[in-house]
């Protein structure tokens, strides 16, 4: 059994759940049929199994060490991208015309997803570089493509994204970095950026740094923000990297998880010249970024469902094998010991993990299907919808596996018990690794005021009708189907709660009220959401059940209607009671004064 | 403010809520009124940031390592442990005439707890010494308590407890290691012993481990388990440490958290004689070991929420601080940014933690009191009605904080936000040393299967009762106060699905169903107790505050009704929800088959 990814599910999802025929019947990605798609992960997952998992638990331990103002990583970290660079998985989603495959977002980010559940500090270079060289092909000059995406593309150069500082992260209004003209696109950087991950490092021969920075004639806040590219060397005409920039390492920082990968504090130009590039359009730099940043997003919440998965993998595994105690009923102390998968507890805990995970997964595929589906249809309005309709789920698609999956990798510690508890297993690591993900790429606060404060609010709410109108499909479905009465009543509650909390939240007096308990909101939407999705995997397995299967295929359908179930009678109830909360617009938390906490 | 302890809730809990007073007045306790707690925690508190905390980051960068069959503990561990032994902590709880001063057992938990606030890996050495010697002290004979006792309460020898081994870790039934009998007392062990906490340091003169083993003629399971003393090195009548016994350090284990303290692989006999010394009758091993093993799990419970404390008054700290972004109605980016702490999302997640932690620290006093009360009263029946209560309370003592103030932790992070996530900051380190809590003394599932499989079902439900009558007495005293309604109606609400649960399972067709959902019977049960735990504060808040009280105190009290109305809006109908799964015998974990995991 795989440690880094379940095959079979992910085929479940994209062949029969999700339709991803339909987009490989489309010219923009016929290359990608499932025989091809199959071929790719086949490959990402050699290379996760091979060159990614054998390093994970030592570039944990070994982290990178600062030696006279650099960043030394792991040695075996470069062999490990090298692989990945030459399967051309960091060429794999861009246009053919720039040099890229042209492969949908949906199979990129299974690719991501599959090296990050083997060693996600090692993939986020990967992920890094992809994410900014996108940013490159969408908003770069020709000119700029030409000079910068190639060596990106070969894996030879990598990329990193500068948006925090020491003194700004959730608020990047606040940012002081400052970019003074020097001629044409071309900048004096000065600044401090912070939590840098990849920001210094031997392993890339350059490193493209893409930093938000405030130029003297823009206006304050987020309106004031530009873009610039800015190479650790800088590149002449041919391309050649030359000088180094003065970019200065002023720091290392040591975290709990996602050890392997340099996180660094850089000083711009604070002891000499640092030249970076315009992006785009002066002061637009924050709306570049987010372009970025949603598809950056998801995969967040895609390498956090992978995390999680990694974790269900390897404690089912154990919970098959490991000999402990005897079932309740069982008081024979001369009998033998059960396999814990035996004990009631320990199943919970596996299903716990494998709802959170394969829907989460599900949530994922759904949002990088809409992207490709973006993509590829001709129809403008079809576009409009599908890209409200991304907008409103990116929030959770980030944030609800952040949450969720971490959860499932607590579980996975506690079935291996004081084992689970020690680095000779994997498990502790992923729910180190893990941690991380609601933290960066946007808080999970920040999620909850993202789609309460504003998607949910853009075109009258359509986004939300929209949401709406897709799970109406499958709760028909389901009725057609049968077998699923409870699931279709409670899916058809928390949508009625959702849509009384969401009015009554737009509705409130002012927005500090209304946006008061936006995170639970934003976690209410979430199971909402994979309630559906998994209600849909349900129906999907009914049919093929009732279509009559092999063996072994007849255990995979009735697991998943397991799961479903599991996921509704245990999880989706807290939804309701979020719900109400911000129906009631209930002001607990906003209304506690900062002296009552302790009383002085 | 400390980051340690937050003393005045201490003194709220004890001298206002819970009658500490009543005890103080006690023959058995009337040398600890409340000027000498004042003074004992003083000193505790002291020691706890001036030895403890200033090792914590260093003790957990800096693992115990293993050279030539010997661990090497952090070299400045040995200074702190004195400084807690020349202060009489060791001594605290013990009898006068065992050369103890005879704290109630409330105030020895709180001196442990303070101690792990600051450095729980330290403390760790302190609070198995003294389980330890209080089971020697219940059990051993007067011989054994003469050779054993004083070096141990005067903190020179230190003590283990050694039950797991590796093939028996939750099952004690399936242990392996033997004893043969020599003479008397005197056997000869043999066999190895899994995650024993101090199983090896030099920062003792002796290693005191106490082991479960099986003699030949014991019958099989847990009936026929017996108890030793098995010292490092073995001990002359004049009792001096003289030969090692032939104890073998296998291996140190390498955990997550709690880092500082050796966690052992032990080989008993191995390679040459390892005596021990037989404690009580042969056989009722296990029995001795709980005895131990009930006030370490309250322990256990403390020290999780302590270090939900030591989070929650950090993460306090830094959100009065740290200035970051604005208010959502303030659209002004020239405003000044404002501290975090007026942002609902951080005061929700600072709520959270109050509410976690103050709330486990009410039930550990409620409980320990209940140890002591025993103690001091004359009356068998009482005494035996406590002793019920007390049994039932354990195991929600000890698992409730390991889940919930687990979660308070990661709230402390999520408030840091990326510098919570580095090991510059203490928060991420509580994380991890949280999450052995649920592991060890009895993993979480286990206490629910203790709890709802043994617990309920003790005369006829009768702790249960005792339970539901001094609930009724907290639900009287809120009715009298007023202002409750919503909260008396909801544990009201909370206390029917208790018992409408516990009858179902009880009745259920057989113990595998019955015990299906123990765990989530466990923390719903927890949470009831803590959201009666949570009135009773607020009910004698209520009552100060119409006292009428001078400033400062005034937030004090208005900020813990604050906590109770989160606990009771935001936390609480969980259990409603936990109690109904209970209560239908859902099977849905019970029944899916290891196959329909994966599907193969």
Redo the contacts between chains.
């Keep these: ?1 795989s440690q880094v990814i ?1 095959r ?2 992910i085929d479940f999802l994209l062949h029969e759940v999700l339709g991803y025929g339909d987009l490989a019947g489309t010219p923009r990605f016929s290359a990608f049929d499932r025989a091809a798609v199959t071929e790719i992960l086949d490959t990402a997952q050699a290379i996760a199994e091979n060159e990614f998992l054998p390093l994970a638990a030592e570039m944990d331990a070994q982290e990178p060490r600062f030696i006279e103002g650099r960043a030394h990583a792991h040695p075996g970290a470069k062999r490990a991208l090298d692989a990945c660079a030459q399967a051309g998985l960091f060429a794999a989603g861009f246009d053919p015309d720039l040099g890229g495959l042209g492969m949908p977002v949906t199979v990129t980010t299974l690719i991501n997803g599959t090296l990050a559940a083997a060693n996600i500090a090692l993939a986020n270079y990967q992920f890094l570089t992809v994410a900014n060289a996108n940013m490159l092909a969408a908003f770069g000059t020709d000119e700029q493509k030409a000079l910068f995406l190639p060596p990106m593309l070969e894996g030879r150069w990598f990329g990193t994204m500068c948006l ?1 500082e020491p ?5 990047l ?2 940012i002081r970095t400052r970019a003074e003209p020097v001629e044409g696109r071309l900048h004096r950087i000065t600044g401090s950026k ?2 840098i991950s990849g920001g210094e490092h031997e392993l890339a021969e350059n490193i493209i740094h893409m930093v938000l920075a405030k130029r003297p004639d823009g206006p ?4 004031g923000i530009s873009l610039f590219i800015v190479p650790k060397y800088r590149v002449g005409q041919d391309g050649t990297p030359g000088a180094r920039n003065n970019i200065a390492l002023a720091g290392l ?5 996602q050890r392997g990968t340099t996180n660094c504090l850089l000083n711009f130009g604070e002891d000499g010249d640092c030249l970076g590039y315009l992006v785009g359009e002066p002061h637009q730099g924050l709306a570049y970024m987010f372009h970025m940043m949603n598809e950056a997003r998801i995969i967040v919440g895609a390498n956090s469902t992978m995390t999680g998965m990694a974790g269900y ?1 390897y404690s ?1 595994d154990y919970a ?1 094998t490991r ?7 069982n008081k024979d ?2 009998s033998p ?1 059960v ?1 814990i ?1 035996q ?6 805990m ?2 716990a993990q ?1 709802a959170a995970v394969e829907g989460a997964l599900a949530l994922t595929c759904y949002c990088t299907l809409l992207v490709d589906r973006m993509a590829a249809t001709p129809d403008a309005a079809e576009r409009g919808d599908m890209h409200l309709l991304l907008e409103l789920l990116t929030p959770m698609a980030k944030s609800w596996p952040s949450e969720h999956c971490l959860e499932a990798n ?1 579980h996975a ?2 079935i291996l ?2 084992y ?5 297993y994997p498990v ?1 690591r992923h ?2 690794d893990n ?2 993900n ?3 790429e946007g ?3 920040i999620h ?2 993202d789609l309460l ?1 504003r998607k949910v609010r853009q075109q009258d709410g359509r986004a939300l009708d929209l949401l709406v109108l897709e799970i109406g499909r499958t709760l028909d479905a389901a009725e057609t189907q049968g077998g699923f009465g409870t699931e279709v009543a409670d899916l058809h509650a928390a949508l009625t709660a959702m849509g009384r909390a969401t009015r009554a939240a737009l509705a409130a007096p ?3 009220r ?7 909101y934003l976690d209410a939407c979430g199971h909402t959401v994979i309630a559906w999705l998994w209600l849909r995997q349900a129906v999907t397995a009914s049919r093929a059940l009732a279509a009559g299967l092999g063996r ?2 007849a ?5 998943k209607i ?1 799961a479903c ?2 996921f509704f ?2 999880e989706l ?2 939804a309701l ?1 979020q719900f109400a ?1 911000v129906e009631r617009l ?1 002001d ?13």
Tied chains: 1, 2.
């Design positions: 059994m379940h079979r599910s925090s003194q700004a992260g959730s608020s209004s606040d912070m939590w304050p806040g987020v309106k920082n040591h975290k709990m998880g993998l089912l098959r000999q402990q105690g005897r079932r309740p009923q102390a001369t010991q396999p998968i004990h009631a507890d320990v199943r919970r596996l299903l494998k607590k510690i506690q018990g004081g689970g508890y020690t680095r000779d502790e729910y180190r941690r991380l609601a933290i960066h808080a999970y606060g909850g005021l404060g002012d927005l500090d209304g946006l008061a308990n936006a995170t639970a072994g295929e255990a995979f359908y009735s697991g397991a179930r599991y009678r245990y109830p807290r009671h909360l209930d607990t938390c906003l209304s506690i004064t900062p002296a009552e906490f302790l009383g002085n």
